[in-house]
């Protein structure tokens, strides 16, 4: 009987300890050790998303400096480009200029023929009654003429022909593969009709008409110029004798030094 006493201690001994809500702060390998791993990891984890920050940061500048580039290049490009076509091109109405049409011609009579007929041909147009027309309606007018003008030459040309302003009132068309004498004049009559169809300008209508002179490549020694000579001789030699068109004879050479202004 003198045991019961010691058992109901033991029991309210185990029942506060259980009732009381404050614990022993765990020591050493008890618990606070992994507290310290979390934070540790916490830190580290902090550290990892800090650094990819930054190299999202450095990349994505890195990115905009690329295109920063490429935007420069092809500022510098197209900068290149459009320097490339002024100088090979004229200012007014687009055409090939007189250096980018000998270029060309060079290229043309450069490359070495499959038929024993010529293939090549220059014909060369001035514009008659164009001064007049600059002269008392301003050069606005004349601008403008001149413009429609290029207009009607590449129209009428075919797709694998070249048509270029020399300066001034006057023009040269390209002309390969060319069939014979017969189609040349057809075609160098189309090209008169087209040019010398009236023009309006707003309230203004004009007419000029070009005379046209035709070379065509007869020897493999020709050179552009030489064959854009011969063209302008023969031109010279159709504004004189008013017939619209005229082949090159080796007669009208001398005629060029005392060619009259158009």
Same mark, same amino acid.
């Given at each position: =009987?003198?045991?019961?006493?010691?058992? &109901?201690?033991?029991?309210?001994?185990?029942?506060?300890?259980?009732?009381?809500?404050?614990?022993?702060?765990?020591?050493?390998?008890?618990?606070?050790? %992994?507290?310290?791993?979390?934070?540790? @990891?916490?830190? =580290?984890?902090?550290?990892?998303?800090?650094?990819?920050?930054?190299?999202?940061?450095?990349?994505?500048?890195?990115?905009?400096?690329?295109?920063?580039?490429?935007?420069?290049?092809?500022?510098?490009?197209?900068?290149?480009?459009?320097?490339?076509? @002024?100088?090979?091109?004229?200012?007014?109405?687009? @055409?090939?200029n007189r250096g980018y049409f000998l270029q060309r011609l060079h290229e043309v009579l450069s490359q070495p023929s499959t038929t024993?007929?010529?293939?090549?041909?220059?014909?060369?147009?001035?514009? %008659?009654?164009?001064?007049?027309?600059? %002269?008392?309606?301003?050069?606005?007018?004349?601008?403008?003429l001149l413009s429609i003008v290029a207009v009607r030459l590449m129209r009428t040309i075919r797709a694998q022909d070249m048509v270029?302003?020399?300066?001034?009132?006057?023009?040269?068309?390209? @002309?390969?593969?060319?069939?014979?004498?017969?189609?040349?004049?057809?075609?160098?009559?189309?090209?008169?009709?087209?040019?010398? %169809?009236?023009?309006?300008?707003?309230?203004?209508?004009?007419?000029?008409?070009?005379? &046209?002179? &035709?070379?065509?490549?007869?020897?493999?020694? &020709?050179?552009?110029?030489?064959?854009?000579?011969?063209?302008?001789?023969? =031109?010279?030699?159709?504004?004189?004798?008013?017939?619209?068109?005229?082949?090159?004879?080796?007669?009208?050479?001398?005629?060029?030094?005392?060619?009259?202004?158009?």
């Open positions: =009987m003198r045991k019961a006493p010691r058992v &109901i201690s033991r029991q309210v001994k185990a029942g506060a300890e259980m009732a009381s809500p404050w614990r022993p702060v765990p020591g050493p390998g008890e618990g606070g050790e %992994d507290e310290h791993m979390l934070l540790q @990891l916490r830190e =580290m984890l902090q550290q990892e998303q800090a650094r990819r920050a930054q190299l999202e940061g450095e990349v994505a500048e890195a990115q905009r400096q690329m295109a920063a580039l490429r935007a420069e290049l092809s500022d510098s490009q197209d900068v290149e480009r459009r320097s490339r076509h @002024l100088a090979l091109h004229d200012s007014l109405t687009a @055409l090939p024993t007929v010529p293939s090549v041909a220059v014909l060369f147009l001035d514009l %008659d009654g164009f001064k007049a027309i600059n %002269d008392a309606h301003g050069h606005a007018a004349g601008d403008q270029g302003r020399l300066g001034g009132d006057e023009f040269a068309c390209l @002309l390969r593969d060319v069939p014979g004498c017969d189609q040349l004049t057809r075609l160098a009559d189309k090209v008169f009709a087209a040019v010398s %169809d009236p023009v309006r300008m707003g309230e203004l209508l004009v007419r000029v008409h070009p005379s &046209i002179g &035709i070379a065509v490549s007869d020897a493999p020694d &020709i050179t552009p110029e030489m064959l854009l000579s011969r063209a302008d001789a023969a =031109m010279y030699a159709a504004k004189r004798a008013r017939s619209r068109v005229a082949f090159y004879d080796p007669e009208l050479t001398p005629l060029l030094s005392g060619r009259d202004p158009a």
